[in-house]
């Protein structure tokens, strides 16, 4: 989302007057798999859209929806479920007002941004005050070149290449025209790149990269632990890796009451303590590295679930009745996706308090006082109104109310009713915890490029 930092003085002057643009906030999807045993397999791309133009306007009710003068997306293969211009198909579905207009835009890799800077140019140049734009791409819904048709001139009066029509190929052409850039010197420009960024990111020792991981012991005890590292050179670290591992172990194991207590624990395979072998790690790896939070379920069946090598972990407790715990397995895998995907604020709607709901009735009212169409409306309209809208709240942030990402005709907490039927006992999901690695930690990037751009000199 952008708006312009301020109006033109003297409407005579907007014709020739460039306005500042800003950026006012940003949502994104977690990514997944592509593929039918994908993450969003059975989840329309469009939907995806829907749900971050939602969060951008939940997050602003200063805003009135009426006054976003434009949704621009983007998407590469615009059939099916990216088609019927997704710009304004998708902010309808978000339920903007039809006043509202929207457009699609293929640029292929460069569609997002390309929809981001041309609605900025239409806020700088005036013909826009506030815009949303981003892209989206559902590779398991619509594989690369799908639907493609070429017209058989592009090769028969030699326009391009062949291999031009496969972005797979595009490397390889780009060296045979400037054969000087070869493996080893793109190599080159890739590690002193990544080396400035790591000698910058030091510079602040803010542990904000790391790995977060879940597992369950041989007694079905869960643990869940994030530790944090100042680089993603050292989270892909084999050494660092099993060190966060062990950490799980000992959290399922120990139960230690909190981050000290779990540093005076003993080090598997060791005599020494934890505070002791993170010392070491510190200095042979030669990076800041903190233990952040974790978590445990000692009861019931627990579930691990890793994303992306540890961006993301989930571990899922689950209360069985007269179901062996390895028959349930699948579902709790499940439930973890679902978890990772949509990441809800709550297990269910009896979670969450009193105060959270007034918030959301305020954000709603305010929406509605700020829309001509809604503010001469009845009082007990207007409640029926956010009543009904708390119930979409509730469905975007409780995981039961959620639709299943892998039949979204049906909540969670549904899906969970069947498997449990057609296993011939209950179960419920008791809690659940998540973590995102660096989630909420304050990068350091104060003068960033002026430093790295020293380093060049």
Not at 25 to 49: C, H, I, Q
Not at 275 to 287: F, N, P, Q, R, Y
């Amino acid at each position: 989302m952008a708006a312009p930092a301020s109006a033109p003085a003297d409407s005579r002057s907007a014709a020739r007057a460039v306005r500042d643009v800003v950026f006012v906030d940003g949502v994104r999807t977690p990514f997944g798999k592509a593929g039918k045993k994908g993450l969003y397999a059975e989840t329309r791309a469009d939907d995806m859209v829907v749900k971050v133009i939602r969060e951008l306007i939940r997050r602003h009710p200063e805003l009135p929806p009426e006054r976003i003068d434009e949704v621009a997306i983007a998407a590469t293969t615009q059939i099916g479920d990216q088609g019927l211009t997704i710009g304004r198909s998708a902010s309808l579905l978000a339920g903007l007002p039809q006043s509202v207009p929207g457009f699609a835009i293929d640029r292929m890799c460069a569609g997002a941004m390309t929809a981001v800077t041309s609605v900025a140019g239409g806020i700088g140049f005036g013909a826009y005050d506030v815009a949303i734009a981003g892209g989206v791409e559902h590779m398991g819904n619509h594989p690369m070149g799908e639907g493609v048709d070429p017209n058989p001139r592009y090769v028969a009066d030699g326009i391009v290449d062949p291999s031009a029509l496969v972005m797979g190929s595009t490397a390889e052409n780009v060296h045979d025209r400037y054969p000087s850039l070869g493996k080893d010197r793109t190599d080159a420009y890739a590690a002193l790149s990544q080396q400035r960024y790591e000698q910058a990111a030091r510079a602040g020792k803010i542990a904000a990269e790391g790995m977060s991981f879940a597992t369950v012991t041989d007694k079905g005890v869960g643990g869940i632990i994030e530790v944090n590292s100042q680089t993603d050179f050292v989270a892909k670290n084999e050494v660092f890796q099993d060190f966060v591992m062990a950490l799980t172990v000992v959290v399922a194991e120990e139960n230690p009451a909190d981050v000290a207590a779990l540093k005076a624990c003993r080090y598997p395979g060791t005599d020494r303590t934890v505070d002791d072998v993170t010392a070491d790690k510190v200095l042979a790896i030669g990076e800041n590295i903190q233990i952040r939070r974790f978590a445990r379920y000692a009861e019931g069946v627990n579930v691990p679930y890793i994303h992306m090598g540890g961006k993301v972990a989930v571990l899922v407790n689950m209360e069985v009745e007269g179901i062996e715990a390895d028959k349930v397995t699948d579902l709790g895998k499940d439930v973890a996706m679902q978890i990772c995907a949509m990441n809800p604020t709550y297990r269910d709607k009896s979670d969450v308090s009193q105060e959270v709901l007034d918030k959301e009735k305020e954000i709603q009212l305010a929406q509605m006082a700020n829309d001509p169409k809604m503010a001469s409306k009845p009082e007990k309209v207007k409640e029926g109104i956010v009543m009904g809208k708390l119930g979409k709240y509730y469905e975007e942030n409780c995981l039961l109310q959620q639709a299943f990402v892998k039949e979204n005709k049906i909540s969670v907490e549904k899906h969970v009713a069947e498997v449990a039927k057609q296993l011939g006992g209950k179960i419920a999901v008791k809690g659940f915890v998540r973590y995102a690695t660096g989630e909420g930690i304050e990068k350091k990037v104060d003068d960033f490029a002026a430093e790295v751009a020293s380093m060049a000199k």
